[in-house]
């Protein structure tokens, strides 16, 4: 099995930075969909991004393209998620997920990954 392990969550001002990086063990790493997910209070879980184990395809939602990168560094089993032009809309747990595929079809459904992290928080304020 797999476990993923967040970190780099934390308080920042809008218009701040942050960036968090999502820890995997397994061997079989390097051939998974990994993903971000976010959710504040009172709200469903939500896709943010995800990288499928080719480089160069990444996938974001319509409310962090172009202010969020997703990486991945396979040798160091490590997935980062960028955040630059934070709102206070993005505060919001955020956790890591990963499923066992080439691809990343149905990213943004919380039911297609099979593994998850315990999530970091992540607060910006006006």
């Known amino acids: 099995q797999v476990q993923l392990v967040e970190s780099g969550g934390g308080s920042v001002q809008a218009g701040g930075s942050l960036r968090l990086s999502c820890a995997a063990s397994g061997y079989t790493y390097s051939s998974r969909c990994m993903g971000w997910f976010r959710q504040a209070p009172g709200k469903e879980r939500e896709g943010v991004a995800a990288?499928?184990?080719?480089?160069?395809?990444?996938y974001y939602s319509d409310s962090v393209k172009g202010r969020f990168t997703i990486s991945r560094d396979n040798a160091k089993n490590t997935v980062y998620l960028q955040m630059n032009s934070l709102k206070p809309e993005d505060t919001a747990m955020y956790y890591c997920?990963?499923?066992?595929?080439?691809?990343?079809?149905?990213?943004?459904?919380?039911?297609?990954?099979?593994?998850w992290g315990q999530g970091t928080q992540v607060t910006v304020s006006s």
């Open positions: 990288i499928p184990t080719a480089p160069g395809s990444t």
């Open positions: 997920a990963a499923v066992l595929t080439w691809s990343c079809i149905d990213w943004q459904e919380r039911d297609y990954f099979k593994h």
